[in-house]
């Protein structure tokens, strides 16, 4: 029997847009520990693991230090969440949706704490369409390393080739392309992603767009 077709999604600015409520996570978190962060020094460090972001605003930060941080900032944004709401992304439910009944396993593969994604399908009511979540917790390297998605297919019992990434940076395509596994680029804000199907928004999808990359 052939692997199983599957999908693996990033979430933040896939999925949905929560760069508001990061930015404004970590901006009173570093606050309170003396850094006045900008918005640019949030959005160069967006996507990355919280142990490779801390040490960059606080050199030399010891390691207690450094997670206490991350974790302070994580309650906050889980807080904001719950309480601002959210909404999936164009084109997020309705693919989501679909896929899940042409039999499609999907999972989430995201480089945020668990914790997190839970709280964001449980408010964008996605959760039950996934059958895999990778997290934070399950990796040891972040994207462009294409451990979590890996782990993700594995999770799935698909293979790389018969797993299709969708994500909104270069790292994770690039973390698709070491993987073996085609890739959907969405990019909403600026110039396409060398994936092999790009597009601005999951609602511009065509109808074949999935089944067309396992051709």
């Given at each position: 029997?052939?692997?199983?077709?599957?999908?693996?999604?990033?979430?933040?600015?896939?999925?949905?847009?929560?760069?508001?409520?990061?930015?404004?996570?970590?901006?009173?978190?570093?606050?309170?520990?003396?850094?006045?962060?900008?918005?640019?020094?949030?959005?160069?460090?967006?996507?990355?693991?919280?142990?490779?972001?801390?040490?960059?605003?606080?050199?030399?930060?010891?390691?207690?230090?450094?997670?206490?941080?991350?974790?302070?900032?994580?309650?906050?944004?889980?807080?904001?969440?719950?309480?601002?709401?959210?909404?999936?992304?164009?084109?997020?439910?309705?693919?989501?949706?679909?896929?899940?009944?042409?039999?499609?396993?999907?999972?989430?593969?995201?480089?945020?704490?668990?914790?997190?994604?839970?709280?964001?399908?449980?408010?964008?009511?996605?959760?039950?369409?996934?059958?895999?979540?990778?997290?934070?917790?399950?990796?040891?390297?972040?994207?462009p390393d294409p451990q979590v998605f890996l782990t993700a297919a594995a999770r799935l019992?698909?293979?790389?080739?018969?797993?299709?990434?969708?994500?909104?940076?270069?790292?994770?395509?690039?973390?698709?392309?070491?993987?073996?596994?085609?890739?959907?680029?969405?990019?909403?804000?600026?110039?396409?992603?060398?994936?092999?199907?790009?597009?601005?928004?999951?609602?511009?999808?065509?109808?074949?767009?999935?089944?067309?990359?396992?051709?």
């Open positions: 029997m052939p692997p199983p077709r599957a999908v693996l999604w990033d979430l933040d600015g896939t999925l949905v847009d929560s760069e508001q409520y990061h930015w404004l996570a970590w901006r009173d978190t570093m606050a309170a520990e003396g850094v006045k962060l900008t918005h640019d020094q949030f959005l160069e460090t967006f996507g990355l693991r919280n142990d490779a972001v801390v040490p960059q605003w606080i050199p030399g930060a010891p390691t207690e230090r450094i997670q206490w941080i991350a974790d302070a900032k994580e309650r906050l944004y889980r807080r904001l969440v719950r309480e601002g709401g959210l909404a999936p992304l164009p084109g997020a439910a309705e693919w989501t949706q679909r896929l899940a009944n042409e039999g499609w396993r999907q999972a989430i593969a995201s480089s945020s704490p668990r914790e997190n994604i839970d709280a964001v399908l449980a408010v964008i009511g996605l959760a039950s369409v996934f059958q895999a979540v990778v997290s934070a917790e399950d990796v040891t390297r972040g994207k019992a698909s293979a790389p080739a018969q797993s299709i990434v969708v994500e909104d940076a270069r790292a994770g395509i690039e973390a698709a392309r070491r993987a073996g596994m085609p890739s959907i680029g969405v990019s909403r804000k600026g110039a396409p992603l060398p994936s092999d199907l790009a597009v601005a928004s999951l609602a511009d999808l065509p109808p074949d767009a999935f089944s067309r990359l396992l051709k």
